[in-house]
């Protein structure tokens, strides 16, 4: 079998997504998933300019040859536009393989690990109230782990929370959305907030909570401490995750369990994170991780150090990358949790595919490869368009990570 031709669709049912597909002379097409949120045409101009023309005649069964040939052969190795461009050929060519040999994917990953994948949703609440509402409200649709964000007395846009009414959806049309941050307010409202929570719904849900990278170490170390008696399944991005350093000193202090690693790239952003066991989660997405060839080599070193897996599941990763996930999840021996922010359901009308919730689970479905079409008609309906993560400032106007 050898690769044709390759082409992109961007498009932007409800939010962009780009996505490769890569066509075989047998007629035997594979999808990947190429979304690199607020930065998009990036990735497109990368995989357009410099990926798709070396594709042309290679045998799409060498997934680790071609992997090695992007990566090293790009000789700028890593970084976020060049391993989601890798990534998505790399799914595209895993979903070929598993297609042209009639499985369903996990079946070239090791198998069935478990018959299905626990998930964790989101309960986001304007307030206290309305975010124990909303918890209530996905523990009755059967979830049995709920991450709980909360809007913050006196703060203007928490991470996490839309106005009352609306969905939360990372990335806004038009420039970038500025917030408010306050460290002081923030680590005084969250352990009350899980302190009521618990209180209401007593032990047996996981409850999660994402810091999205704002503290300090110490006052990581401080958040973690306090929020023991609650009991979280993890904490979230608790500091800004360029120092991997930074995690040592944390965990010197705290027994929450700490998750981390949706930005990464590589396994040279976690390698300490893994070895020193600093971390109990690793979320780093297939997508912009370097797709299924290197989240199995970076998750196999994570086995061996008992950290397990948490994969990143936002909607700004498209149906492509949760059915990749779902896969690896069913296979890995050390996955944890899967996150399942569902997509608008015009969005898994254009992406068909074979997974699906049921009773606090995800099922991948046993169709062949990664089991994800795109309906091409449909989403040339929907045109991209520019849009922007929002930022993040403190009182004073001093840029903070958002
Ligand atoms: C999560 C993430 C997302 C990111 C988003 C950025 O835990 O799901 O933090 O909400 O902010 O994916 O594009
Ligand atoms: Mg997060």
């Known amino acids: 079998m050898k690769i044709t031709h390759a082409e992109i669709i961007v498009c932007s049912p409800t939010r962009n997504f780009v996505t490769l597909v890569v066509h075989t002379d047998e007629g035997i097409y594979g999808l990947g998933d190429a979304t690199l949120n607020g930065r998009e045409m990036a990735v497109v101009s990368y995989l357009q300019e410099h990926v798709i023309p070396c594709l042309t005649g290679k045998d799409p069964f060498n997934t680790e040859d071609t992997w090695q040939f992007l990566y090293k052969g790009a000789y700028w190795k890593r970084g ?48 206290p109230h309305h975010t124990l509402e909303e918890v209530e409200k996905h523990i009755e649709m059967g979830y049995k782990a709920i991450r709980v964000q909360s809007g913050i007395p006196g703060m203007r846009g928490t991470y996490g929370v839309a ?22 307010k923030y680590l005084s409202f969250v352990p009350r907030l899980f302190e009521m929570i618990r209180n209401k719904i007593g032990e047996e849900i996981l409850l999660l909570h994402d810091a999205h990278h704002r503290l300090t170490p110490i006052e990581a170390a401080r958040l973690g401490r306090e929020l023991e008696p609650y009991h979280l399944f993890w904490l979230e991005d608790p500091v800004s995750e360029e120092l991997q350093e930074s995690f040592r000193l944390l965990r010197r202090h705290t027994t929450t369990p700490i998750a981390v690693g949706e930005i990464f790239s590589s396994v040279f952003d976690c390698h300490l994170l893994i070895t020193e066991q600093l971390i109990d989660y690793l979320r780093m997405t297939v997508l912009h991780g370097g797709g299924i060839t290197h989240i199995l080599k970076t998750a196999h070193l994570a086995e061996i150090y008992n950290v397990r897996t948490g994969f990143h ?41 074979a997974y699906f919730f049921a009773g606090g689970y995800l099922y991948p479905g046993d169709a062949p490869g990664l089991g994800v079409d795109i309906n091409r008609q449909l989403a040339g309906k929907y045109p991209y368009r520019p849009a922007y993560l929002p930022i993040n400032r403190r009182d004073d106007g001093t840029m903070w990570n958002w």
Request: glycine share 6%; with cysteine.
């Open 80 to 127: 976020p536009v060049t391993m989601t461009s890798i990534a998505a050929v790399d799914m595209a060519l895993w979903d070929i393989k598993a297609k042209a040999l009639n499985v369903p994917l996990y079946q070239l990953l090791g198998g069935k690990s478990r018959e299905k994948v626990l998930v964790y949703c989101h309960a986001n609440g304007t307030d």
């Open 313 to 353: 599941g936002a909607t700004d990763l498209s149906p492509v990358t949760m059915a990749a996930s779902l896969h690896l999840d069913l296979s890995l021996h050390n996955f944890g949790i899967q996150e399942h922010m569902p997509h608008e359901p015009l969005v898994d009308e254009v992406f068909p595919h």
């Open 163 to 184: 106005k009352k009414g609306e969905k939360y959806e990372p990335a806004t049309p038009g420039l970038p959305q500025q917030y408010e941050w306050n460290t002081e």
